[in-house]
C-alpha cells in the first residue's frame, strides 16, 4: 500500500470514529476501540498449508467475520477497525500507527504458527509488556481467549509467552496481544484452520473473549 493510500485510510477510521461519537451523542458512554490485525498480506503470504492456503487469507477471514459477528449477531457493543481489509501488505509501522491515531484500547494481531517438526501443534499468545498495567491486561486477555479456545474449540494450549514483534514493542494500547491459532504445518491443525466454519467459531470466541474481557 502506497503511503498516500496509508494516510486516506487512516483519516478515514479518524473521520468515521467521530462521526460515530458524534451521533452516539455526549451522554453515551464511550465504547470500547478494537483494532483487529491479520497478519501479513500482499505479496508477505506469512505460513502455508502443503496445500497452498495462505495465513494471510486465513487472517483476514476470521478478522473479517470479527467484524461481522460484532455487527450483526452483538448489535455494535464494540467500535472495531481492522489493520487492512483486504489482500494488502500493509508495513508494521502503519499498524501500529493506526492504533495511536485511533487510541485503541485493545490491539490483537491474528496468526498461524509454522515448525520444521510437523507435529507441533497449540495456540500461543504473545505479549510485550510496557508497564505492570499494561501487562497485566495484555495477560489476561490473552488468558481469556485462549482458556476459550481450549473449551470451546478444543485447541491444545502452549501458554503466554514473551514477544518481541514489533507490532507489539511499538503498540500504546491497553491490552495488547499477538495471536497464534495453530500450526498450518501441522495437518489437522491446518485442515482445521482453513474451513470456513471453524473461522467463524474462532472469530465468535475472540469476539466473545474480548467482550467478557471489558465486561460487557
Known sequence: MNTLNQITLLLFCLVFLNLSYAQNGKDQEKKSIVIIDPGHGGKDAGATTRNGIKEKDIALGIASKIVLLNNTLFENPLVLFLTRYTDTLISLGDRTQLTKRLKADIFISIHCNQALNRTASGTEVFIHPK???????????GFIIQKRLVDVLGIKKRGLKYGNFQVLRDNNSNATILLELGFLSQTDEAFYLSKDKSQEAIAMVILQSIIKFLGL
Open 131 to 141: 508497564s505492570e498495567v499494561q501487562a497485566s491486561a495484555s495477560a489476561y486477555l
